[in-house]
Structure formats: structure tokens, C-alpha cells
């Protein structure tokens, strides 16, 4: 496609529940992130993906969270048993590479927990 | 401290005005990127420099990496300018080079 994908934009959940958001990189971009932005605050990065290594999933905030990819696509980020600070903004973007390449952002899903 | 800051927070100038917010950082980077995110939440990359200088049309970013400093300049503000303005740099090396450590943001105001 032409640039970076999210679905569903928005959410809306009860706490407790799961989510999954997916993300559609831009085709032939090796790397892939997620980043949230609650609120009023500024971006926090999740994880990413780099080809066919592991993850750095250093920025998950809990066990609840978790990502997978299939090879160089499609991406999806699951949250298990909702709370509601899990509420925010929570963007994708794909680049090229990890070293040296401008990221591309997807428009975001909203989520909201209740 | 962040390792990202950014000032100002919050800018207000008059349609022509120059513009320039600043961003300091406190790591080695191997880049940094400037973002604008408009009120409708889309984030667009503007910038990703490792050095020197870069020009598109009136946006200028430039960086020294001595000093740990960038700077982005808006030459003859619009009122479609108003947006946040965001700094974002990549580490130089570690186990997570390729992740984005974002500042707060400049909230940008351009007042016709």
C-alpha cells in the first residue's frame, strides 16, 4: 500500500477484556514499531521488529502486553485483560531499516478501556 | 532528567514570524528526528539527520553533535503550521538502538 496501516481505528472495550490492533507496514520496510501515546503525554515506544530477529520488546509495560509478526508484514499487538490506564493512542510505523531510515506512522487506533 | 527535552513547551507567533524550537539530548545518537504531529493525532517525519544541515522548502533542521543539540527552524510561519513539534533521537549502540526515545513536544501556534 501506499503507507502504513492500522485497524481498527478506534476501540472501545470494557476492562478486562483483550484487544488486538493490527498494523500493515509499507511493503519491503524490514522494520516495524509500536509506540503509544496516552493522553496529553508524549510518545512511548513498545517494541520492534527488525527482519527475522527478535524483537526488542524492552518498552512493553506489563506481561499483558505482547506483539507477533508475520515475517515482513503484517503486525498485530495484543493487550490481555484490559485496565484502563491502557487507554491511549497506539501507533504503528515501518522504515526500511532500523539504522539511518526515517519512519513512516500509521494514522493510530484510539483505544479506549471502560 | 529525559534524555530528549525540548523547548520551548508551547510557542505562539504571528503569520511571517521565524520560528525555532530546540532540542538537547544527553546520549550518543546514531540520528535524530524531527516529527510534527497535527491536531488530528497523524505524526509525518520531517527530518532524520546524523549531521550538518537539511532544507525542505521552509523548514530547516540542523544539528551538532558536540554539543548534543538540534534546532528546527520554520521560516515565514503559516497558520498550517500550528501543530506539535516533536524530537525523537536513536541510540548509537545497546541492545535497542532502534527504538525512538521521544521529547515532550512544542505545541506550535501560528495566529493569522
Known amino acids: 500500500g501506499a503507507g502504513v496501516s492500522q485497524s481498527p481505528s478506534n476501540k472501545v472495550t470494557e476492562k478486562g477484556k483483550d484487544v488486538e490492533l493490527r498494523c500493515d507496514p509499507i511493503s519491503g520496510h524490514t522494520a516495524l514499531y509500536w509506540y503509544r501515546q496516552r493522553l496529553g503525554q508524549g510518545l512511548e515506544f513498545l517494541i520492534y521488529?527488525?527482519?527475522?530477529?527478535?524483537?526488542?520488546k524492552s518498552g512493553l509495560p506489563s506481561d499483558r502486553f505482547s506483539a507477533e509478526r508475520t515475517g515482513e508484514s503484517v503486525s498485530t499487538l495484543t493487550i490481555q485483560r484490559t485496565q484502563q490506564e491502557d487507554s491511549a493512542v497506539y501507533l504503528c510505523a515501518s522504515s526500511l531499516r532500523v539504522r539511518g531510515a526515517e519512519q513512516f506512522f500509521g494514522p493510530g487506533t484510539r483505544l479506549t478501556v471502560l | 532528567k529525559n534524555e530528549v527535552e525540548q523547548s520551548p513547551q508551547n510557542l505562539t507567533a504571528q503569520e511571517g514570524e521565524f520560528i525555532t524550537i530546540n532540542c538537547s539530548y544527553s546520549v550518543g545518537i546514531s540520528a535524530l528526528h524531527w516529527l510534527q504531529q497535527h491536531p488530528g493525532g497523524g505524526i509525518v517525519s520531517l527530518f532524520m539527520?546524523?549531521?550538518g544541515k537539511k532544507k525542505h522548502g521552509r523548514l530547516i533542521a540542523t544539528i551538532n553533535i558536540q554539543e548534543k543539540h538540534s534546532s528546527l527552524h520554520i521560516t515565514a510561519s503559516h497558520p498550517r503550521d500550528s501543530a506539535v513539534y516533536i524530537c525523537?533521537?536513536?541510540?548509537?549502540?545497546?541492545?535497542?538502538?532502534?527504538?525512538?526515545?521521544f521529547g515532550q513536544g512544542t505545541i506550535l501556534t501560528v495566529h493569522p
Open positions: 521488529f527488525q527482519g527475522n530477529s527478535a524483537p526488542d
Open positions: 525523537a533521537v536513536q541510540r548509537a549502540g545497546g541492545t535497542s538502538y532502534g527504538k525512538l526515545t
Open positions: 539527520l546524523s549531521s
